[in-house]
């Protein structure tokens, strides 16, 4: 099955591309690429911003998309969802809680399978500030590379939920902690539909300096998490909704707790999920990392084709 629209972008040098791990750069299929001569400054964070990041756990929404991109990307989102499962993918579920009245459509990879979701690991209006939030306390901007990307996507009236949680728990396969994630919403995501919310200050919640140990693999149970949680973390857990409108984004920390409630309106609600790494994060275990992808042994890098560099300050003409 073909996966990659039928679209003028399409047809020309790319047009016989299989799998898009094979490009390494953006090749300008959602809006103008950065010319990185020019320099990135109108693009980064501002101190407070950073600040803000540091004292809650996210930041957000910073407009990262045009909605005219963001319909592009809804044109593959459908064609990905209509679908089946494809080999280049690292997880597909339809439905992965499996619950025909709380349907989460949950997949993992599709950056390999369409130009235009490969490009929009590349954004430097992602990159960017995701470089200037990865390593809290550094200095400046650091080199950063793609650990894999996600779509979540609740349909109308029977959205499902996704459960209380920290992504890292589920990353600890690699080291050290210098992860970041950048949700973006495709559609307007509000309360009613079920946007993202936040525990600001969560993501100074571990244990014995480790994430908080995971709680339902398949994101079913909302309130499982707090089984787990300290006294003083109940008394601190106060959800903060983070509406967004197409184009916007929401950077967290790999600790910030954070969750979405079912979709009961009757409009959808489609993200797409970048998740980055620091330059240098290393594999701790000889295990797969991800599926389909290529065997890393323990204490090597994450680095290659299948965890491409995104973002050197070095690019950047002096």
Not at 37 to 57: F, H, M, P, V
Not at 79 to 85: F, K, S
Not at 169 to 175: E, F, I, L, Q
């Amino acid at each position: 099955m073909n996966l990659v629209p039928d679209m003028e972008a399409c047809v020309d040098k790319f047009n016989d591309v299989k799998d898009w791990t094979s490009v390494d750069s953006d090749t300008g299929s959602l809006g103008a690429k950065i010319d990185w001569n020019q320099g990135c400054a109108k693009l980064e964070l501002t101190s407070t911003q950073i600040e803000q990041y540091n004292r809650d756990g996210f930041l957000g929404p910073i407009k990262v998309l045009s909605e005219e991109d963001c319909r592009k990307l809804l044109d593959d989102y459908q064609l990905l969802i209509d679908g089946e499962e494809n080999e280049l993918f690292y997880e597909y579920h339809k439905n992965q809680t499996g619950d025909n009245e709380n349907v989460l459509f949950h997949a993992l990879g599709h950056w390999r399978i369409t130009r235009r979701f490969h490009d929009l690991v590349y954004q430097a209006t992602i990159t960017v500030p995701s470089s200037q939030l990865i390593e809290p306390g550094s200095s400046g901007k650091v080199p950063i590379r793609l650990w894999h990307d996600q779509l979540f996507a609740k349909p109308p009236h029977h959205g499902g939920n996704v459960a209380w949680h920290q992504d890292f728990s589920y990353w600890t396969r690699t080291y050290p902690m210098a992860h970041l994630t950048v949700h973006v919403a495709l559609d307007e995501q509000t309360v009613e539909n079920g946007c993202i919310h936040y525990i600001p200050g969560s993501h100074t919640w571990t244990r014995d300096g480790k994430p908080l140990p995971v709680t339902d693999f398949n994101f079913k149970d909302m309130e499982l998490i707090k089984t787990i949680l300290k006294e003083d973390e109940l008394a601190n857990f106060k959800p903060v909704p983070c509406q967004l409108k197409p184009g916007e984004a929401v950077f967290h920390h790999p600790l910030a707790v954070h969750g979405s409630f079912p979709n009961r309106s009757a409009k959808p609600r489609r993200a797409a999920v970048v998740n980055y790494i620091a330059d240098g994060v290393r594999s701790s275990t000889d295990e797969l990392l991800l599926e389909n992808t290529d065997r890393i042994a323990k204490g090597e890098e994450l680095k290659g084709k299948f965890y491409p560099k995104v973002f050197d300050p070095k690019w950047i003409s002096a």
